[in-house]
């Protein structure tokens, strides 16, 4: 998995909330604070596509960005990329566990009880 930097995430935040494809016009208006020149945000989505982060789809004449997953499922293949770097997982895991809130330790035991899903079986 890529990583990102700062203005990359601000971008994929931006297409993670937006709900439908934006425009690069789009992602800089909700970028407002920052004083960005079109083309910078143009090149941040160009290299987030590059990345395979992000779709995009002409229409008309402009082009619409999408994120190619979830914010989840990408949170999800961060944490399975920190994992992979570990040469003791059940190690990592563990600690990882310890350091959560207790509230995150018990909505992690009631996913840990629930049957998988096929979808999201680990070993498939």
């Given amino acids: 998995m890529p990583t ?8 994929m935040e931006i297409l993670w909330s ?7 016009r789009d992602v800089q ?7 960005l020149a ?4 143009l090149t941040v989505l160009g290299r987030l596509e590059r ?10 004449r402009a082009h619409h960005y999408s994120a190619v997953s979830s914010r989840e499922d990408h949170v999800a ?14 190690a ?8 959560m809130p207790a509230s995150e330790r018990a909505t992690l035991r009631d996913l840990l009880g629930r049957p998988e899903a096929p979808e999201h079986r680990a070993d498939t």
Avoid: H, I, N, Q
């Fill in 4 to 11: 990102l930097g700062e203005l990359e995430r601000a971008v």
């Fill in 18 to 24: 937006a709900g439908a494809p934006v425009t690069a």
């Fill in 29 to 35: 208006d909700a970028l407002g604070t920052r004083d």
């Fill in 38 to 41: 079109t083309t910078t945000v």
């Fill in 51 to 60: 990345k395979g982060l992000v779709t995009r789809a002409r229409v008309g």
């Fill in 77 to 90: 293949e961060l944490m399975m990329d920190a994992l992979d770097a570990a040469p003791d997982r059940g």
């Fill in 92 to 99: 990592a895991l563990a600690r990882f566990f310890g350091s």
